[in-house]
């Protein structure tokens, strides 16, 4: 694409927007960002540093309408004002992960699915600059894509797509497509209706050819419906913990199996991350590393070697006998029950946040089980308090990280654990999930 002396208009002033804005700049067009928010100052600085014009606190809407193209960031709603006076102008929208893959020939592996995507992208990452290989990670994680387009010249890039992401993706193609699960989340974006969500996570398919790959998880029931009503243009490698497969992965006898290039195996003792989701995960990483050719050693080390992404199930420390667990990235009803599945201990659980649209429900089995007490750490609980309060006797209600670390101190007892997994969004009391992780990490140390 030729955006030279073309306006580019960027919503949105995080990572991808600032990442776009350098992208566009370098390309030659005349920029303009615009933030309905405050723009951090470090973002300021970057982008008075490249020289490029930006506005915040409103959107200047004759300014915004000039646009030849706009990059939208992810978190702007299509309701959003600013919005349909884009779409009635009918002015191109592209997300930053579509605009980057404009002005690159890299080859890309892009990772997908309600749950596990950031471990499964973070480890592949891992196997590929183990092997050698010039690689960036991006999209979900790391730094912004387009900047990484602009200013290295990566060969391959690992890139953590979301539904919003894939959105507005129309000619953005993945050489290596991985579809980790489905399950109901961000329910409030798809006007609640389950198929417009499925869609959107297999636009990952899109433009793929017979040269690509599809990496799929077949035990996932809503993956395995929707493959019946398509047809796959990809070459279609499955994994499977119950299932075995000619060309794919799976698990058996307590072995990893990965059948592609020749058959790859590794006890699953020697993984680095222990339960079931991380078995798929590492499922699907050792797919992409045998897929890509990277040899079975460097495979195998990379799945024991590698270690988690902070606040995804992230020991924080033990006080007294009480371990202190932080899952604050599980802002999903089925995040959470992947937390609370690899709880062997009785467990006092931190749950609440801005709820998504959540059936708790699916959790009573498990919360029967393994919760001996909850704490609610958000604005409205009471939907928390109404599915529960027959489930478990003891269920307190706090309006910080400090309070609900003290009430888990006091709740819990000796070889017991302290699980934050609020199975929703952050921001009604904190920043972002990394915020109120950190929050509870720093309570925490200070017991």
Not at 120 to 127: D, E, F, P, S, W
Not at 179 to 197: F, G
Not at 201 to 215: C, E, G, P, V
Not at 415 to 430: I, K, M, N, R
Request: include cysteine; proline fraction near 2%; hydrophobic fraction near 40%.
């Amino acid at each position: 694409m030729n955006i030279q002396d073309k306006i580019v208009v960027i919503l949105g002033a995080g990572e991808s927007g600032v990442g776009a804005a350098i992208l566009a700049k370098v390309k030659g067009a005349a920029v303009f960002v615009s933030d309905f928010g405050a723009i951090k100052p470090s973002f300021v600085e970057e982008l008075n540093a490249h020289q490029i014009e930006w506005e915040q606190g409103t959107h200047t809407m004759d300014r915004v309408l000039a646009a030849t193209i706009i990059v939208k960031s992810p978190g702007i709603p299509e309701k959003a004002p600013v919005m349909k006076a884009v779409r009635e102008k009918g002015i191109k929208v592209v997300s930053e992960i579509e605009f980057a893959g404009y002005f690159t020939t890299a080859k890309k592996v892009c990772i997908t699915g309600s749950n596990g995507k950031t471990t499964t992208t973070m480890l592949t990452h891992h196997m590929l600059t183990k092997a050698g290989l010039n690689v960036g990670l991006a999209g979900n994680v790391g730094y912004s894509f387009a900047k990484q387009v602009a200013l290295e010249n990566k060969d391959i890039y690992v890139l953590e797509l979301s539904s919003f992401q894939l959105d507005d993706m129309e000619d953005f193609r993945a050489d290596i497509a991985v579809l980790t699960n489905i399950t109901p989340d961000h329910l409030d974006r798809y006007e609640y209706n389950m198929q417009l969500y499925v869609n959107s996570k297999f636009r990952i398919l899109n433009n793929q050819t017979t040269a690509d790959y599809f990496i799929y998880n077949a035990d996932d029931p809503i993956i395995q419906a929707e493959l019946e009503k398509r047809s796959i243009a990809a070459q279609c490698v499955p994994f499977s913990l119950t299932k075995t497969f000619e060309t794919g992965a799976y698990t058996a006898n307590k072995q990893l199996i990965i059948n592609f290039n020749n058959q790859f195996t590794m006890s699953i003792h020697e993984l680095a991350l222990k339960g079931k989701h991380n078995a798929q995960n590492s499922l699907a990483s050792g797919l992409v590393g045998r897929i890509l050719d990277i040899r079975k050693e460097v495979v195998r080390e990379s799945l024991a070697d590698f270690v988690n992404v902070e606040h995804r199930l992230e020991f924080v420390a033990k006080v007294c006998g009480i371990e202190f667990i932080n899952d604050s990235k599980a802002t999903n009803v089925n995040s959470t029950w992947f937390a609370l599945e690899s709880m062997e201990q009785p467990t006092v659980w931190i749950v609440g946040g801005v709820d998504k649209g959540n059936d708790y429900t699916e959790l009573l089995d498990l919360v029967k089980e393994k919760v001996k007490a909850i704490i609610c750490l958000g604005k409205d609980n009471q939907k928390i308090i109404d599915t529960f309060s027959d489930a478990v006797e003891t269920i307190v209600e706090a309006g910080s990280a400090m309070e609900a670390v003290a009430y888990g101190y006091r709740l819990a007892k000796k070889d017991e654990t302290v699980l934050l997994s609020p199975a929703c969004a952050s921001f009604d009391l904190f920043e972002n999930y990394e915020d109120r992780g950190d929050q509870f990490k720093q309570a925490v140390r200070s017991l």
